[in-house]
């Protein structure tokens, strides 16, 4: 059973930066598909975005809310996934979860899709 463990939250402006983390109790590649998903208070869950590395390469989605704004990426030798988030709004404040399936398809990005979470990392972004 895959572990992860969420981490690089905070409090920014708009405009600003962040990068999450996510350490995989395991090595994921080429056998799951990671993603990060967010909600926000009221709300309900989201899919941001998902990648998959697999031999020849590595292939990534994203919603559309974060399409050129957020980018996805994993690190096989620290068993890492990140999030890089720029250019932040305040409706990107919410909690956000690293989340990992096994990839037998392509792109997920529904919650009920994944099978393992980590737990949240708050996410502030304001005015």
């Known amino acids: 059973q895959v572990q992860l463990v969420a981490s690089g939250g905070g409090s920014v402006q708009a405009g600003g930066s962040l990068r999450l983390s996510c350490a995989a109790s395991?090595?994921?590649?080429?056998?799951?598909?990671m993603g990060w998903f967010r909600q926000a208070p009221g709300k309900e869950r989201e899919g941001v975005a998902t990648?998959?590395?697999?031999?020849?390469?590595?292939?990534?989605y994203y919603a559309d809310s974060v399409k050129g704004r957020f980018t996805i990426s994993q690190d096989n030798a620290k068993n890492t996934l990140y999030l890089q988030m720029n250019s932040l709004k305040p409706e990107d404040t919410a909690m956000y979860y690293c989340?990992?399936?096994?990839?037998?398809?392509?792109?997920?990005?529904?919650?009920?899709?994944?099978?393992?979470w980590g737990q949240g990392t708050q996410v502030t972004v304001s005015s």
């Open positions: 990648i998959y590395i697999y031999t020849r390469g590595s292939k990534t």
């Open positions: 989340a990992a399936r096994l990839c037998s398809y392509w792109p997920a990005l529904r919650p009920a899709e994944y099978n393992y």
């Open positions: 395991e090595y994921t590649s080429s056998t799951f598909c």
